[in-house]
């Protein structure tokens, strides 16, 4: 049975840091490309950052130079440190995996966790 758990969330103020981690089990986890989604009231849901089994990575632009997504496929562990974070990253961040290459429609993702809470004050 997979499972995808997060961890790390928590309020923080305008331009400080929070490192989100996200354990993964149950899945060959070298072969997936690991991903984090955020979601905000009232939006859609938005890929973040991605990364393949290879280790290159993707973000949206508007993290770019501010978080940067990480894996340690010793410990199935998936990381995503933020750092300068704004309001405007308040949000539900979301874990999630995929067997083979990355794609940044969440549909094609099959796994998810529950989420962890970010949010930062002004």
């Known amino acids: 049975q997979v499972q995808v758990v997060e961890s790390g969330g928590g309020l923080v103020q305008a331009g400080g840091s929070l490192r989100l981690s996200c354990a993964a089990s149950?899945?060959?986890?070298?072969?997936?490309?690991m991903a984090w989604y955020r979601q905000a009231p009232r939006k859609e849901r938005e890929g973040v950052a991605f990364?393949?089994?290879?280790?290159?990575?993707t973000y949206v632009e508007s993290v770019k130079g501010r978080f940067t997504i990480s894996r340690d496929n010793t410990k199935n562990t998936l990381y995503l440190q933020m750092n300068n974070l704004k309001p405007e990253d308040t949000a539900m961040y979301y874990c999630?995996?995929?067997?083979?290459?990355?794609?940044?429609?969440?549909?094609?993702?099959?796994?998810w966790g529950q989420g962890t809470q970010v949010t930062v004050s002004s």
């Open positions: 149950g899945l060959t986890y070298s072969s997936h490309c």
């Open positions: 990364i393949e089994s290879d280790g290159s990575t």
């Open positions: 999630a995996a995929r067997i083979g290459d990355c794609t940044d429609n969440y549909r094609w993702f099959n796994y």
